[in-house]
């Protein structure tokens, strides 16, 4: 019966689909979740009519509401902003989320169920990684719009791009790792270039753009998918590991599972945790009832405003307040606009990504009246005023004075009154050494330089400054 009802549901939405209406995707994919969970629960009990089940799912997939749905336009009426045009490929419905369920004796399902790597990973993210996780899913609420659209036409499971971001990054854009790789999929260089990623020439690098990342990524499972057909494990190891390592394991191995002793001996430590890690978090995405799970929902529908005047996301931060949010909406705002730096002064003019409370938020509070007021004074606000400079002390009237103008001090002699020797005037450095841990931003702090006149005479580039330890920096724009 829950089955039957969930199927009339995605029927119903099927329709709107047609007729243009924007919520039929997002009840399609309620609709699709309650047939998870029907299946999920199935499998617990002895006797189960699995197959008609299967049936029902097989029949509604052949409707395809994602790829109807994405072939009616190519243009995100949200935002105005054109789908990125990368390859992706086909992939057979048999790497399908649904389809790993069914086919196969529910491949997906065992390898979950029964691989006590697995098993670990989701003790983990439930135990000491909880709060990573549902982070992870908030964010991945305000990027979905953005990201999911280039799983979904290419057939790949949405809850495998989840586990990805969630391992990676925790859906923070503008994470990056010592080896290099940046964005909320860690892209390297080198691999980020392949896929169409990289500086774009206005300073900016497109692995921290979300909607391209998650093309690019979409793009390099295919290409896995070529090389070790439905063996997900491999994908994972190739994305973490390397192509290279994964392929000349499995041409060695004549292509032994990921869970072999001989293949899975020959990756490091860190991809043997990566892998059973992603698997985890991406099952946990679609099943968090099972587990007593509970993702917090957010009003994540997008939207775009334009700043009335120039402002930092700093100062957007405050000025739109928590609205009812627990952590406020800097993380999102940083998330939707990975162009700007949190400090950067923004031009008025300027089309922001966000969602429809933010947009209302701003108009609300953000372009004049006290909170407005309060913001900018926070944000422009400069510790070098705290100083307090006090000039020569004025004697007191009928105090005596040396001949040097000077107060005698009590209990002093007043014959050989105290001179002070002069201060030598103190240069400030030209040079600075970066140290473990500092970032341009801590730098400028310490040497009150400006950012931006900083960051062009070491030519670092935007959004990130990158700087690296023991690098040589030139002070420039600096005080002191």
Not at 461 to 479: E, S, T
Request: include cysteine.
């Amino acid at each position: 019966m829950r089955m039957a009802a969930a199927e009339g549901r995605y029927r119903e939405a099927l329709v709107k689909v047609g007729n243009n209406d924007p919520a039929g995707v997002g009840e399609s994919n309620v609709a699709l979740e309650d047939m998870e969970d029907v299946i999920a629960d199935c499998l617990k009990l002895k006797g189960c009519p699995m197959s008609q089940l299967l049936a029902t799912y097989k029949r509604l997939l052949k409707a395809d509401v994602d790829a109807r749905a994405a072939g009616d336009t190519t243009e995100d009426s949200a935002e105005g902003f054109v789908e990125s045009e990368l390859p992706t490929g086909n992939v057979p419905r048999s790497a399908e989320a649904a389809a790993l369920l069914s086919a196969d004796g529910q491949r997906f399902v065992n390898m979950v169920k029964m691989n006590p790597a697995v098993q670990a990973g989701i003790r983990r993210w439930l135990t000491d990684m909880r709060v990573s996780l549902v982070q992870s899913h908030e964010n991945y609420q305000y990027l979905r719009h953005q990201m999911s659209p280039a799983f979904q036409r290419s057939g790949l499971p949405e809850a495998l791009l989840f586990g990805i971001m969630a391992k990676e990054s925790t859906g923070r854009v503008h994470v990056g790792s010592r080896a290099g790789a940046v964005g909320l999929l860690q892209f390297m260089p080198a691999t980020g270039r392949r896929f169409g990623l990289g500086p774009d020439g206005t300073g900016f690098d497109t692995r921290y753009d979300p909607r391209m990342s998650a093309d690019a990524a979409a793009s390099y499972l295919n290409e896995r998918y070529a090389e070790f057909g439905n063996n997900i494990e491999l994908w994972l190891a190739a994305y973490n590991g390397g192509e290279g390592r994964a392929l000349r394991v499995y041409r060695a191995s004549g292509g032994r599972s990921f869970w072999d002793e001989d293949v899975y001996a020959q990756f490091p430590a860190e991809t043997k945790d990566y892998v059973p890690m992603v698997i985890a978090a991406a099952w946990l995405y679609l099943h968090p009832k099972e587990y007593g799970l509970s993702f917090p929902k957010v009003d994540a529908k997008p939207a775009t405003f334009r700043l009335e005047k120039p402002a930092s996301i700093y100062e957007l931060t405050i000025c739109i307040g928590n609205g009812g949010t627990r952590d406020g909406f800097m993380r999102a705002l940083r998330n939707l606009n990975p162009r700007y730096e949190a400090d950067q002064w923004i031009p008025a003019g300027t089309v922001m990504n966000g969602t429809v409370k933010i947009a209302g938020l701003y108009a609300r509070h953000c372009i004049d009246g006290a909170r407005a007021d309060l913001a900018r004074q926070l944000v422009s606000s400069d510790p070098r005023t705290a100083i307090v400079r006090i000039g020569p002390i004025e004697p007191a009237v009928g105090t005596a004075t040396g001949e040097d103008g000077t107060v005698p001090v009590e209990g002093a002699s007043s014959a050989a009154p105290p001179r002070a020797e002069p201060k030598k005037p103190t240069r400030a450095p030209r040079q600075h050494r970066v140290a473990r841990g500092e970032t341009l931003m801590s730098i400028a702090r310490r040497y009150d330089c400006e950012l931006g006149e900083l960051a062009k005479a070491n030519k670092l580039k935007a959004p990130r400054y990158a700087v690296r330890l023991g690098q040589q920096l030139k002070l420039q724009g600096c005080g002191g």
